[in-house]
């Protein structure tokens, strides 16, 4: 299966080794596969008595179709294996009136892990089957779980480097706690002094200063990213969606073929467009509800057809999903109205920040997506109330989903089962929602996961619970225009 560019320009039919490889496309267009593959009932009843790399590595079979099967099995087996991930990666939980799936037993306890965990082991493959024999330096910059998903999956990676840029004041203590801590021989990780917004744009200027590309040469470095516009990371998971859907027939939770709505805390729009994959190759899946925090531009965007990022960004309890530019989306686009109109769409998005889409290709997004957004205080609510209903704890991210998919509810009153999307431990983001259960505690820190053990009678999961053992590594903080020379001594040792 061949792989073309969003805006259609670059040279077509790159393999899907080669996409990994590079990314992003050389005319700064995202990698599509060129068709998608179809997975019937039968294909899905197959998956539904294997373990899950064994269902992971046949979903990523049918779209990686330059690695083999055992390749692919053998690294979903490494990836997801049961020190890293517990017995189940990706398992199914029934309350109510929703089911849950969560993706955050990982080591990092967020979502990211369950890409990040496989993507560098496609990555090395991918360098070798594309003859690449220079080494990769992965630069990220990160608003906190991307970093250390990243740090965890590329640590001892052979053939790779990973350097990660975090605003000093940006991230949560927790976060901040678990980057500094990290392990291996190929990472190194940096505090910026600036917001996120500085720490991007560092790193961006430095995949496009041709001078450093040079040098990094001389090295034989070259530079790569582990952000989800790369096939890489989205690919994996499409794979967590079959999968919720084989548990939910295995638990008679709905009959094979029976349609299910599925809701997303969404960011970038990595993880509701892998839903929409698996919708496109065939799963039973209605409408996708798309949920945001109060950074609410997809909601606007779902409600009226026009996206428009001139608006100011609000830090929120949800700060994995405070984004204003979901990169994503350009591939739904892709989809919808094909290269042209995508690149289009992309230029007003670069000079004006914002497009209007045409009332065709607006109607054909709404057929399957809907927007809802969640306030602060609605986000806390919900925490406190399915905790006291469900004796059932969330995050704040999975909050503003669960939220979401209520309104969706009252709305369309569906008969359909809701599958709610859980990104995150509860833990990660154990200040606010100790905050949520009880307004009067306003506890920061590894304090905070203490207290909210003590408050839940849940467990603190051991990644996080280890925390406090564990010695700083990393410490230094350095201004933004440091950031090219930190990477040059990086490269060099
Ligand atoms: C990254 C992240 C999101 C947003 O996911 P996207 O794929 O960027 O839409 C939501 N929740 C958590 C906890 C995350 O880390």
């Not at 920061?444 to 203490?450: I, R, T, V, Y």
Request: glycine fraction near 6%; include cysteine.
């Amino acid at each position: 299966m061949n792989y073309v560019s969003t805006r259609g320009f670059a040279e077509n039919n790159v393999s899907s080794a080669e996409a990994i490889k590079r990314g992003l496309a050389p005319d700064g267009g995202l990698y599509m596969p060129e068709t998608m593959p179809k997975f019937g009932a039968e294909f899905i009843k197959s998956l539904i008595p294997l373990s899950y790399a064994e269902r992971s590595s046949a979903v990523l079979s049918a779209f990686l179709t330059d690695y083999t099967k055992e390749e692919l099995l053998t690294d979903a087996a490494l990836a997801y294996a049961e020190e890293k991930f517990g017995p189940s990666p990706a398992p199914v939980s029934s309350l109510h009136d929703m089911h849950v799936l969560e993706l955050w037993h990982g080591p990092t306890c967020a979502f990211k892990d369950m890409a990040l965990q496989l993507m560098p082991r496609l990555f090395t493959r991918a360098l070798k089957k594309c003859g690449e024999d220079k080494t990769a330096l992965i630069l990220v910059a990160t608003s906190g779980d991307t970093g250390k998903a990243a740090m965890e999956g590329y640590r001892d990676i052979p053939g790779t480097k990973i350097q990660v840029f975090f605003p000093t004041d940006g991230v949560s203590r927790v976060q901040k706690l678990q980057m500094q801590t990290g392990e291996g021989e190929n990472v190194s990780v940096m505090a910026i002094r600036g917001n996120f917004d500085d720490a991007q744009t560092g790193v961006k200027r430095i995949f496009s200063d041709a001078s450093i590309r040079e040098e990094l040469a001389k090295n034989n470095i070259f530079l790569s990213s582990a952000n989800s516009i790369n096939w890489g990371r989205l690919v994996p998971q499409v794979a967590y969606y079959v999968s919720a859907y084989c548990d939910m027939v295995a638990s008679g939770a709905i009959r094979m073929g029976e349609e299910i709505d599925i809701t997303v805390p969404t960011g970038n729009f990595g993880n509701i467009f892998a839903a929409y994959i698996a919708k496109l190759c065939g799963l039973p899946f209605h409408h996708l509800v798309c949920a945001s925090n109060r950074n609410n531009v997809l909601t606007d965007f779902l409600a009226n057809g026009v996206y428009d990022r001139n608006r100011p960004f609000m830090p929120s309890i949800s700060p994995s999903m405070d984004i204003l530019i979901s990169s994503n989306l350009e591939r739904l686009l892709y989809l919808v109205c094909g290269a042209d109109r995508t690149a289009n769409y992309m230029k007003a998005l670069s000079e004006n920040g914002s497009y209007k889409l045409t009332d065709a290709d607006f109607a054909k997004i709404k057929e399957t997506f809907v927007g809802y957004y969640t306030t602060e205080e609605q986000t806390k609510e919900t925490i406190r109330l399915i905790f006291q209903k469900e004796n059932y704890l969330i995050d704040t991210h999975t909050a503003v989903a669960a939220h979401a998919a209520a309104q969706y509810k009252s709305i369309y009153k569906a008969e359909r089962k809701m599958l709610t999307v859980s990104t995150a431990s509860p833990y990660k983001f154990a200040k606010d929602v100790l905050n949520a259960l009880d307004p009067s505690k306003d506890i920061d820190g590894l304090e905070a996961l203490e207290a909210l053990r003590s408050a839940t009678a849940t467990e603190i999961p051991a990644p996080l619970s280890g925390l406090d053992r564990k010695s700083v590594r990393f410490s230094t903080i350095i201004d933004k225009d440091e950031m090219a020379d930190a990477v040059m001594k990086f490269a060099a040792n």
